[in-house]
C-alpha cells in the first residue's frame, strides 16, 4: 500500500469532514480529562477521588453499549452523532458552570461526567458504523485505519495543548475549549452527506452466540487477559497524572507533557506491530511482556524529568500490546462472529475501566503511583507467562493471522 494509497479515502469530501471532526474532538477529550483531573485533584488531593470521575465516566459506556449497538442498526448513524455532539456541548459548557465555583461539587462532577459517558456510548458505536456509507467498499480499510490515527492525534497533541491553556487561563477555559470542539464537530456533520443506510429492525443472534464463543479454551484466555491487563495495568491517566502531580509535583504543563511523549510512544509501538509478518499467541505473550517491562521501568525513576524522558517508553510498550492482543482478537474470532468477538473485548477495556479506576486510586492513595506502575508490571508479565504456558502445553498457536494492512479491514 503506497503513502498516497492511505491517505485516498481523504479524497472524498463526506470523510475528509468526518475525519477533521474525530481529530477535533479527540483533542478537545484532552482539555477535559487534563482539566477535570487537575481540578479533583486540586481538591481533594486524592487519587482515588480522581478514579472516580473514571468510574463516572465509563460505567455508562459499560451498561449502554449493547443497547447503543441495536439503535444505531434502527436510526441513521449521523443522526445519532449529530444529537451526540449538541448533547455533549451542552454537558460540558455545565461542567465549566460547576468547576468555575470556588469549591466545586465533586458530586455534580460525577454526575455530569456520567451524563457525558451516556451519550458517549452511542457516540462512540455511531462513530465506527458511519465509515461504511462514507467510503467505497475497497476504501474501507484504509479508512478505518485513518480513524485510528485521529485518536492518536488527539492523544499526542491534546494534552500537551491542554496542559499550556489550563497554565495560562485554568480548567474553566479548558471546559469551554471542548464545549466549542463537540460545536466544530456538529458544523462538519451538518455537510457530512453518507449513504443511505440499510437499517435493520431486528438484531441477529444466529450462529455464534455468546455462550458458544467462550467454549474455546483459546478465546477465552485472550479475554481474560484483556480484561486483567485493563483492570490492573492500562489505567494510565490516573497514574500518569498522579505521579506527575503528586508524587513530583509537577505543573499542568507538565502532565500534559507526560501524556503526549507517553502518546509519541503509543503510535511507534502501534507501528512496531503493525510491521510483524504475522501475529501470535507468542506475540501476545511479548506484547504482555513488554508492556510489563516498560511499566516497571517507568517506576524506578527519582526525578521528574527522566519519568518523562521515559514518557514515551512506556508508551511503546501500551501501543504494541494494544495493537497486538486487537490483531490477535479479530484473528481468534470466528468468521461469522468477529463483531462479537470484539464487542466483548470492547466491554473488556470499558468495562474494567471503572473498577481499575477506584482500585489504582486506592493504591496510589496509600502506597504511590509508583507501587500502581510496579503492580500494573507484574500483572502484564504474569499474563505473559500464562500465554507463553498456554502455548507450549497446546503446541500451537490458535491465533495465527496477518498483519492489519493484509485484511479487509
Avoid at 477521588?49 to 459499560?62: D, S
Avoid at 443497547?67 to 459548557?93: K, P, W
Wanted: net charge positive; aromatic share 6%.
Amino acid at each position: 500500500m503506497t503513502y498516497d494509497g492511505i491517505l485516498s479515502p481523504l479524497a472524498q469530501p463526506g470523510f475528509l469532514r468526518y475525519f477533521v471532526g474525530q481529530v477535533i474532538t479527540n483533542i478537545g477529550t484532552w482539555f477535559q480529562n487534563l482539566a477535570l483531573s487537575l481540578v479533583v485533584l486540586d481538591a481533594t488531593g486524592s487519587a482515588q477521588a480522581l478514579g472516580g470521575v473514571t468510574f463516572a465516566q465509563f460505567l455508562p459506556i459499560l451498561l449502554l453499549s449493547i443497547h447503543a449497538g441495536r439503535i444505531v442498526d434502527r436510526v441513521s448513524s449521523r443522526a445519532v452523532l449529530l444529537i451526540g455532539a449538541a448533547l455533549s456541548a451542552v454537558v460540558v459548557s455545565l461542567l465549566a458552570i460547576v468547576v468555575s465555583a470556588d469549591t466545586p461539587s465533586l458530586l455534580a462532577v460525577y454526575g455530569l461526567v456520567a451524563c457525558l459517558g451516556a451519550v458517549n456510548a452511542f457516540e462512540r458505536v455511531a462513530a465506527q458504523a458511519i465509515i461504511r456509507s462514507l467510503v467505497s467498499l475497497d476504501r474501507l480499510g484504509r479508512a478505518v485505519s485513518l480513524s485510528t490515527i485521529a485518536v492518536a492525534a488527539g492523544r499526542s497533541i491534546g494534552p500537551g495543548l491542554a496542559g499550556l491553556l489550563f497554565q495560562a487561563a485554568g480548567p474553566v477555559v479548558c471546559l469551554l475549549a471542548n464545549a466549542i470542539s463537540f460545536l466544530l464537530v456538529f458544523v462538519l456533520l451538518l455537510f457530512v452527506h453518507p449513504r443511505k443506510q440499510r437499517l435493520v429492525r431486528h438484531l441477529d443472534l444466529g450462529p455464534g452466540r455468546l455462550g458458544g464463543l467462550l467454549q474455546d479454551p483459546a478465546l477465552r484466555l485472550l479475554l481474560v487477559v484483556n480484561a486483567v491487563i485493563a483492570l490492573l495495568a492500562l489505567n494510565l491517566n490516573i497514574v500518569l497524572t498522579s505521579v506527575v502531580a503528586l508524587t513530583f509535583g509537577g505543573s499542568a504543563t507538565s502532565v500534559g507533557l507526560n501524556h503526549a511523549l507517553n502518546a509519541v510512544g503509543a503510535v511507534a509501538g502501534g507501528l512496531v506491530a503493525t510491521a510483524l509478518p504475522r501475529v501470535s499467541t507468542g506475540t501476545l505473550a511479548a506484547g504482555c511482556a513488554l508492556l510489563g517491562a516498560t511499566m516497571f521501568t517507568s517506576a524506578l525513576p527519582g526525578t521528574l524529568a527522566v519519568f518523562l524522558v521515559l514518557a514515551p517508553v512506556l508508551g511503546l510498550g501500551f501501543g504494541f500490546y494494544t495493537a497486538v492482543i486487537n490483531a490477535v482478537a479479530q484473528a481468534a474470532a470466528p468468521a461469522r462472529a468477529v463483531g462479537r468477538v470484539m464487542a466483548l473485548m470492547m466491554l473488556g477495556n470499558v468495562g474494567m475501566a471503572p473498577f481499575g479506576g477506584l482500585i489504582s486510586g486506592w493504591v496510589i492513595d496509600r502506597t504511590s503511583g509508583r507501587a500502581s506502575l510496579m503492580t500494573g508490571a507484574a500483572v502484564a508479565l504474569t499474563c505473559a507467562f500464562v500465554v507463553a504456558l498456554h502455548t507450549l502445553r497446546r503446541g500451537e498457536n490458535r491465533l495465527d493471522a496477518r498483519p492489519d494492512h493484509e485484511s479487509e479491514l
